[in-house]
């Protein structure tokens, strides 16, 4: 006789039920919120309105949650006098060295660069972990700054960060900086140089569509992000996104930024794309992750770039 299984019992998914999708959402302070929503719960007004309700809700309890807390004691004159120990030691770096052969190797001309942009650096005096990193990357950002200056016209510099504080805001003030509040990209021009680490793709791109800065130095531009459509903070078309990227890689050739030994995430994987022009090979394609990569030599100014495969 043959025995056959029993037969299990169907279930079915609830109708109108979808698949979830994470949802990555941009915070007004600066931070970012993952949501699951279905796409039965995308697919009515009513449902949107309901986790509009929702979002603004967590939205409250993130920012109650994210640190605030200065670190204990510490002054304006006290930030100041931190930050001019790390110039001190940027200044010994081969990273320095390489960054500035190889904006001596493009070689700006007077007028060129009018304005800096710097945008995403995070709190210099809340107490955290990552405020060091913070700290490195301004550094950064003043060295290029006093590298691609000229007497005649000293570069206006503007600084947006919405977790700013205080003691940050009259920080940046001393240091020659105008603050910004949420319309930095008013100020991505033909004579700017934009200036954002690890800023996420998904912000960054809207604020450089039709803009075209002398200089831009942050996390890797793709030419094709279908693959990260999951963090769109809402559901638009990637298309956008691509078409802005590959505007934007088009007229640019880019470099990796050397490596930086004081810091391990301070400054990892961020990429310095110049404006193509005469003085620069113009021969570049679309720059993509796992494709061959220039990076500067931490050699003299005179050093050619070598080719770093990863």
């Known amino acids: ?29 600066g931070w970012s919120m993952v949501t ?4 039965r719960n995308r697919s009515g007004l009513s449902d949107r309105s309901n986790n509009k309700i929702t979002g603004e809700k967590e939205k409250r309890l993130l920012a109650a949650s994210r640190p605030k807390s200065i670190v204990p004691g510490l002054t304006v004159q006290g930030l100041m006098e931190e930050f001019r120990e790390f110039e001190r030691r940027w200044r010994e770096t081969s990273c320095k060295r390489g960054v500035e052969g190889l904006l001596k190797r493009r070689g700006f001309k007077e007028g060129d660069l009018k304005e800096a942009v710097c945008l995403g ?50 920080f940046l003030r001393e240091l020659g900086f105008a603050i910004l509040n949420n319309d930095a990209h008013k100020h991505f021009t033909p004579t700017s140089f934009v200036y954002s680490p690890f800023l996420d793709w998904f912000i960054l791109l809207p604020m450089l569509r039709n803009k075209d800065p002398t200089l831009f130095i942050g996390n890797e531009i793709l030419a094709d992000y279908s693959q990260y459509t999951h963090s769109l903070p809402v559901e638009k078309s990637i298309k956008d996104y691509n078409n802005t990227a590959k505007k934007f890689l088009r007229s640019r050739k880019a470099y990796a930024l050397p490596s930086f030994d004081l810091h391990q995430h301070a400054m990892h994987g961020m990429m310095i794309y110049f404006k193509k ?10 720059i993509k992750r796992a494709q061959t990569h220039e990076t500067v030599t931490s050699g003299t100014a005179s050093a050619e770039p070598e080719l770093e495969q990863q």
Do not use: Y
């Not at 699951?36 to 796409?39: E, G, K, L, P, V």
């Not at 290029?144 to 005649?152: D, I």
């Open 1 to 29: 006789m043959e025995v056959t299984a029993p037969k299990k019992k169907k279930t079915s998914r609830k109708a109108g039920a979808g698949p979830v999708k994470r949802v990555t959402v941009p915070l007004d302070d």
């Open 36 to 39: 699951h929503t279905s796409s």
């Open 121 to 170: 650096v995070g709190s210099f005096s809340v107490d955290w972990e990552h405020r060091g990193r913070s700290l490195w990357q301004l550094v950064l950002f003043l060295g290029v700054v006093r590298e691609v200056s000229t007497p005649a016209i000293p570069l206006k510099l503007f600084a947006q960060e919405p977790c700013f504080n205080s003691i940050d805001k009259a």
């Open 277 to 286: 022009s005469e003085g620069i090979d113009v021969e570049v394609t679309a």
